[in-house]
């Protein structure tokens, strides 16, 4: 997965033919939009590479036919309202609705009262990397069988997530400047949008997966875990390596140590940052910069983990 710095980027503009140009750029692909003369069209972004935050407003009554965008397309209704159809399937949206603009690759057209939305554009590579999408026997792209989430409590859990990712990653300066961190954050956008969409990566594991589901699968697994815990590495890279199906990877680690296989990483990844703090100079470095270094989003999460692991906070150790 690419990785970069996150990249802020402001646009407003009351010129129809101005605003045309930007969100065909912005969004690679092409728009007809029919609008009164002289709205006014807000946008920001935030750009992190592998997922974009935005927040748009506007100030009329927009008609828009949208093409195909090579991303994930998640919208949430701050103010207004959205009427939005794409392959046959229409829905209408207001504040606090959550849903995709459109099944991945199709086109979609909208009509979007005065108002304020915010949106999530993530890569399609990071869904079918989360989704074990490359390993064999997992068949095809993802597709995804509603537009809308599957129940309330799934649409908050949209909300929370961007909410958390907006507000703990990216305003956070030794956060968004580590690759591991991005790279989490982008799972942990796929992840959130698998779950809150009904989609075709379901059901029970198979007969195989069960029979595969041994000590020997577990043993190449952490043994990969253990040599890449410093790589952007996700289950079905570690799965690939233990040469089994997603989901056989998944029983090994619940089958044999209760937990699963990110889980295990993420206590590797603990152990490693122990070990840099117990090394580290405290003059030099800081508890956030060897969090972020091993992926942890959250100063404070890291540190509860921490304390919970080691009985001590991590600042004890550094300074010790």
């Not at 090579?70 to 392959?87: K, N």
């Not at 869904?127 to 390993?135: C, E, I, N, W």
């Not at 470095?285 to 509860?304: D, K, P």
Request: glycine fraction near 6%; aromatic fraction near 8%; charged fraction near 20%.
């Amino acid at each position: 997965m690419n990785t970069k710095l996150p990249a802020t980027h402001r646009f407003d503009s009351r010129d129809p033919d101005t605003i045309h140009a930007f969100l065909t750029s912005a969004y690679g692909t092409e728009m007809t939009i029919r609008a009164a003369e002289g709205y006014r069209f807000r946008h920001h972004r935030v750009d992190a590479g592998p997922f974009c935050l935005e927040t748009m407003e506007q100030s009329t009554r927009l008609e828009i036919d949208v093409g195909r965008i090579g991303a994930l397309v998640v919208v949430q209704v701050v103010s207004g309202r959205i009427d939005r159809t794409c392959a046959g399937v229409s829905g209408r949206f207001g504040p606090g609705d959550v849903f995709l603009a459109a099944a991945p690759g199709r086109p979609y057209s909208m009509s979007w009262l005065p108002g304020r939305v915010k949106s999530c554009l993530l890569d399609l590579s990071v869904l079918a990397k989360v989704a074990g999408g490359t390993l064999p026997g997992r068949a095809g792209t993802i597709r995804f069988t509603g537009l809308a989430p599957a129940s309330p409590a799934l649409a908050r859990l949209w909300r929370h997530t961007t909410s958390y990712l907006d507000h703990v990653v990216l305003r956070n300066p030794y956060a968004y400047r580590q690759p591991l961190v991005i790279a989490n954050a982008a799972r942990m956008l796929a992840a959130s949008a698998l779950a809150v969409f009904p989609n075709t990566i379901t059901g029970r594991p198979a007969a195989t997966d069960r029979r595969a589901a041994t000590n020997a699968t577990l043993r190449r697994a952490t043994a990969f875990i253990d040599e890449y815990a410093d790589r952007d590495i996700v289950a079905a890279d570690i799965a690939a390596a233990a040469q089994v199906s997603l989901r056989a990877l998944q029983l090994a680690f619940r089958r044999h140590l209760d937990t699963t296989p990110m889980a295990h990483l993420r206590r590797v990844r603990l152990d490693r940052a122990h070990h840099d703090l117990l090394q580290a100079d405290p003059r030099q470095e800081t508890v956030s910069a060897i969090a972020s270094r091993w992926g942890f989003l959250s100063h404070s999460r890291f540190t509860a983990r921490y304390h919970a692991t080691y009985g001590i906070p991590p600042s004890r150790t550094l300074h010790a």
